[in-house]
């Protein structure tokens, strides 16, 4: 994929000087992120240290009443919204000056402008020396008319430039880039892929910039960051916690609820300062500046979070199921290690509620700050489900707003078509709670959905997908078995694609 490929930084440019929390994410308007890429997924998105101060100009309420829905089309930049009956969320950005999707994140000189983005083709180079820059597409693509160039090393605070495409690249068969490192081969082209020469850098500033971020005001704890850009475009990119000092993001934790939580995090994994493996290091990515927060994703995974102690000497050891080694290499230049403070409870992060709103067969659901203000619309909800709904090719290959499954899929089937799911777990062992829906790959293409039924005697035989292949696999005595309803794609909500 030809995709908007950028670290993120706290001294990340702007045409007039100002500083944004976060180039490649949006909180206000649409899904957690905006439904566009996040440079900092990782976990290491930038913000302003600051206390008060910040990463944006404050301001008050200036746009507040004007962009009521958490974005704000511009005179070029153009809001892509998936809209099912009356819901909206908003999903990305369109150029209509280029007809091009976009996203916002830095470009190769550090200014922050709508870069676009596609679901066709990717870059590589067709030499040895990642000299001759290529982009290959599948033979039924549409061709975009620039592309983003192949990975190289680069600035955390800068992207990458685009190329123009040109003509195509005969006798292309080997590729290679700079993703590990030096310039090695990285797959070849395929028999139904065609390449295209890659020719000249494109003129960054053909591309929409961002010229400020605003801080509006919202309640006593929380403030909006709202990126402006220099057609009018507004977006809600996150918010900034006033009590904290710092941006933060909704985050939510098992059943807690929904909080507004410090979106620079570093994380308790594997490193230790010590030889017995019992002092953690918080580990923390490069790029990221320094870290609002720690939380446990160790092993454990207790999903706590901590606050960020001293710094400290790189790790001198690596704990490896029970084994404390020490460690000897330097795995990423320009990462941090910070020792662990007192617990931050839950309690202490800017609470949300969460509202499933309109009255509509899908409605929206939307958090909530404590004076009620919008903070982020989540999801579709599935009003006849009862249930969250994201945007997926369902089984008959159209757009759907697909129930939420935390992950659970259908891989047991009672058929050789794969058509009547089953669902497998420990005997003995309780459902997990709120399983209800689970999807899996239809065979035929898209996502097959299920509904979960009441257990049933151990099958004679069951089937597996491998691919789009329907084979048959083993029955296991020690697990129980529960019949799976499948839901036809046809009573699942459509979702159309909108440019406002």
């Known amino acids: 994929m030809v995709l908007v490929a950028a670290c993120s930084s706290s001294d990340t440019k702007k045409t007039a000087g100002h500083v944004t929390p976060d180039a490649g994410a949006s909180a206000g308007g649409g899904t957690p992120n905006g439904g566009v890429p996040d440079a900092n997924a990782s976990g290491g998105a930038s913000q302003a240290t600051a ?16 962009m009521t829905d958490g974005w704000l089309s511009g005179t070029r930049l153009r809001a892509v919204l998936d809209v099912a009956g009356d819901a909206k969320l908003f999903k990305l950005w369109h150029d209509r000056d280029l007809d091009v999707d976009c996203a916002f994140a830095p470009d190769a000189d550090g200014v922050e402008r709508c870069l ?23 033979a039924n693509d549409a061709i975009v008319p620039f592309a983003i160039e192949p990975f190289h090393p680069h600035d955390c605070d800068h992207g990458f430039a685009y190329l123009k495409v040109g003509a195509d690249a005969a006798g292309v068969t080997n590729l290679y880039d700079f993703a590990n490192g030096d310039c090695a081969a990285n797959g070849s082209v395929g028999a139904t892929q065609i390449v295209k020469q890659l020719g000249a850098v494109v003129p960054a500033s053909m591309f929409v910039a961002t010229t400020k971020t605003l801080r ?13 850009a220099e057609d009018g475009a507004r977006e809600v990119i996150n918010h900034f ?13 098992d059943n807690v609820g929904y909080a507004c939580v410090p979106q620079n995090l570093a994380f308790i994994e594997v490193f230790f300062s010590d030889d017995k493996c019992k002092v953690p290091a918080a580990y923390h990515p490069a790029c990221g500046g320094d870290p609002a927060i720690l939380i446990d994703s160790s092993p454990q995974n207790t999903g706590q979070y901590f606050e960020v102690g001293a710094p400290v000497a790189m790790p001198l050891f690596l704990k490896y199921s029970t084994t404390c080694q020490p460690n000897t290499a330097i795995r990423e230049p320009g990462a941090g290690y910070y020792a ?9 992060f800017a609470q949300l509620s969460s509202k499933n709103e309109g009255t509509a067969s899908v409605a929206i659901n939307v958090l909530r ?15 006849s489900r009862s249930v969250n709904c994201s945007v997926g090719q369902a089984a008959d290959l159209q757009p759907r707003c697909l129930p939420r499954t935390d992950g659970a899929s259908v891989n047991v089937f009672a058929d050789a078509k794969c058509s009547s799911g089953l669902y497998e777990i420990k005997a003995g062992d309780p459902l997990p709670g709120g399983l209800d829906f689970l999807t899996a790959n239809a065979p035929g293409g898209g996502t097959a959905v299920f509904k979960i039924g009441a257990k049933v005697g151990l099958p004679a035989q069951a089937w597996q997908m491998s691919g789009l292949n329907c084979q048959l696999r083993s029955v296991f005595a020690g697990m129980d078995y529960y019949s799976m309803t499948s839901i036809p794609p046809s009573a699942l909500p459509l979702v159309k694609r909108e440019v406002e």
């Open 340 to 348: 662990v403070g007192k617990e931050a409870p839950w309690s202490g």
């Open 216 to 228: 509006e005001a919202r309640d006593s704890r929380l403030s909006a960051n709202v990126r402006v």
């Open 51 to 66: 206390g008060a101060g910040g990463a944006g100009e404050a301001v008050g309420g200036e746009g507040a009443t004007s």
């Open 241 to 253: 916690d006033l009590v904290r000092g710092v941006d933060c993001r909704p985050t939510t934790r």
């Open 116 to 138: 676009p983005i596609s679901d066709h083709g990717y870059s590589r180079y067709s030499d040895v020396k990642c000299t001759k820059p290529v982009a290959v597409f599948e």
């Open 369 to 383: 700050g404590a004076s009620d203000e919008l903070v982020a619309r989540q999801s579709f909800f599935d009003s």
